[in-house]
């Protein structure tokens, strides 16, 4: 398992309702705290919820990464 770092994005396996299936990490912990890159909605997943709905890291975006 790769290890995830505030700033990632990552593509899930289900898309969300706005159509979206990419989001930035902004909380690394017990849950992961993600944002939606289509419509900024923000959201707190367990790790082992997370682990298994992922499909892949695209990679690290500095400009979005650790915001708060």
């Known amino acids: 398992?790769?290890?995830?770092?505030?700033?990632?994005r990552v593509q899930m396996r289900k898309k969300h309702p706005c159509g979206s299936d990419v989001w930035v990490i902004y909380r690394v912990g017990a849950d992961?705290?993600?944002?939606?890159?289509?419509?900024?909605?923000?959201?707190?997943?367990?790790?082992?919820?997370?682990?298994?709905?992922?499909?892949?890291?695209?990679?690290?975006d500095e400009m979005n990464g650790g915001e708060t």
């Not at 398992?1 to 990632?8: A, K, V």
Request: charged share 25%; aromatic share 2%; glycine share 10%.
């Open 1 to 8: 398992m790769q290890e995830i770092r505030t700033g990632d």
């Open 32 to 60: 992961i705290g993600m944002r939606c890159t289509g419509c900024d909605r923000r959201v707190l997943l367990a790790r082992p919820v997370f682990n298994k709905q992922l499909k892949q890291i695209l990679g690290h």
